[in-house]
């Protein structure tokens, strides 16, 4: 009984909060850190293993955009630097599960924007490898979820386009079961896809501010750009207006404000120069990182593969003991068979000898009584007390167990 370990790869993700490292932890347990509050919980990518059948499953954590302490550029080229290291590796993912908190009212700008992405990142060739699944039913009205999921559903830009070019929508009920539909859905197509990023940066060699989630999220830096230069043109004219106006309080205001423009923007513009990268570079620079998620995946692997070890040993253990037991089994019906034999053999043989005294006593008797004319009535009380003999000895042999019954029944009728 051999066991094939095959490794398949899913990644999980969508806007932070939407619920991607709980899914994970229907599947793969604890290990995934499930945030309880309002600021963004993954911050590494990360990989949890589960077992299905005999393959083992990966399910890729990432971290969503708009989170809490990082900037998207950074957490673009953690996702990016993941996909395509484990790309060159030969790691092929079988699907991305694509997480929507359903709960939220509207499509919020950074739902969609993280969804821009993704579609920028996936490419339209791997959109059928997509399963987009909405969380956080609980939290909302049923009747109110089933309009929003529609709505995604049937507007273009938002899952529209997707749907159209083939990846699924399902409904993630926060259950084990519901989880491993999804996995199953994506497991049961057996095929495995390359993302446009893969493609783009590993095959063809392009920076990353060069590729189309690079091009999309450097539209959206721009765009930051301009509105907090504009942001930062008004702090500066109200400094003016409160240094003219000698107004102190009104001066540290406009100074506060100007000061947190000029960051977002310096923000912004590092966010943009940090996308001209290579993959080469970013290699250099996450090199430790992935090692240690990769040591993980081969952790995980190892770790599955002494699991199936173990149940093949199991297996192989059960299986000898079915058989040591069938054996058994068939040794102690021939032993009762054998008893059973002996003891007919054994009853039969005294219920002869039984007989042979019978008959002898019987001739000591018609010697002792002489010729006694009444022949027949003697016979009678002879055979009456023959009968109360066998009688005794059936009542003997059921009491030495019921197996046997038939046998001694059958030997008293061969005397009788
Ligand atoms: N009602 C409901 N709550 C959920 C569901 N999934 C997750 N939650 C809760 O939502 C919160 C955030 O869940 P996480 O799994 O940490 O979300 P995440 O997408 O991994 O978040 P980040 O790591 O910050 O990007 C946690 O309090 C979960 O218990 C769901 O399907 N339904
Ligand atoms: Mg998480």
Excluded at 113 to 133: E, I, W, Y
Excluded at 150 to 169: A, I, Y
Excluded at 366 to 392: H, V, W
Aim: charged share 30%.
């Amino acid at each position: 009984m051999e066991h094939n370990i095959e490794d398949s790869f899913v990644a999980v993700m969508g806007v932070t909060g939407a619920g991607k490292s709980t899914f994970i932890s229907r599947l793969a347990g604890d290990g995934a850190k499930v945030g309880h509050d309002l600021v963004s919980c993954t911050r590494d990518i990360e990989s949890f293993s589960f077992r299905y059948n005999d393959s083992t499953i990966h399910l890729i954590d990432t971290p969503g955009f708009d989170d809490t302490y990082r900037t998207d550029s950074d957490v673009l080229k953690d996702i990016v630097f993941w996909l395509n290291a484990a790309y060159q590796r030969q790691i092929r993912l079988s699907g991305i599960v694509y997480l929507h908190p359903i709960d939220k009212n509207r499509m919020t700008g950074s739902a969609y924007k993280n969804l821009r992405m993704f579609q920028k990142l996936c490419g339209d060739a791997s959109l059928q490898s997509v399963v987009l699944a909405t969380t956080m039913w609980k939290n909302i009205d049923e009747a109110d979820g089933i309009k929003r999921q529609e709505h995604l559903k049937n507007q273009p830009d938002f899952w529209g386009d997707m749907v159209h070019q083939g990846s699924r929508v399902f409904r993630h009920d926060d259950s084990r079961a519901s989880a491993m539909n999804i996995v199953t859905y994506i497991l049961d197509q057996r095929k495995t896809t390359v993302l446009q990023i893969q493609r783009q940066m590993v095959d063809e060699g392009k920076t990353l501010d060069e590729t189309s989630a690079g091009q999309e999220l450097e539209r959206e830096l721009i765009k930051q750009r301009k509105l907090f230069e504009r942001r930062l043109q008004e702090a500066q004219d109200d400094m003016k207006e409160a240094i003219e106006e000698g107004n102190r309080k009104s001066i540290e205001d406009a100074a506060a404000q100007q000061e947190r423009f000029q960051n977002k923007l310096n923000e912004a513009i590092k966010g943009s120069d940090d996308l001209r990268v290579s993959m080469e570079e970013l290699l250099q620079k996450k090199d430790a990182e992935f090692k240690r998620v990769l040591e993980n995946v081969e952790l995980e692997k190892s770790r599955s593969q002494e699991e199936a070890k173990l149940v093949t040993q199991q297996m192989q253990e059960l299986d000898l003991k079915v058989k040591a037991s069938q054996a058994e089994t068939e040794d102690q019906r021939r032993r009762h068979q054998s008893e059973i034999d002996e003891m007919s053999i054994r009853l039969a043989k005294e219920s002869n000898d039984n007989q042979v005294t019978y008959q002898e006593w019987l001739s000591v008797e018609r010697a002792r009584l002489g010729d006694q004319s009444d022949r027949s009535s003697f016979r009678e009380a002879f055979d009456g007390q023959t009968g109360a003999a066998m009688g005794q000895a059936v009542g003997a042999a059921v009491a030495t167990g019921t197996l046997i019954l038939g046998t001694v029944a059958a030997a008293a009728c061969n005397v009788m």
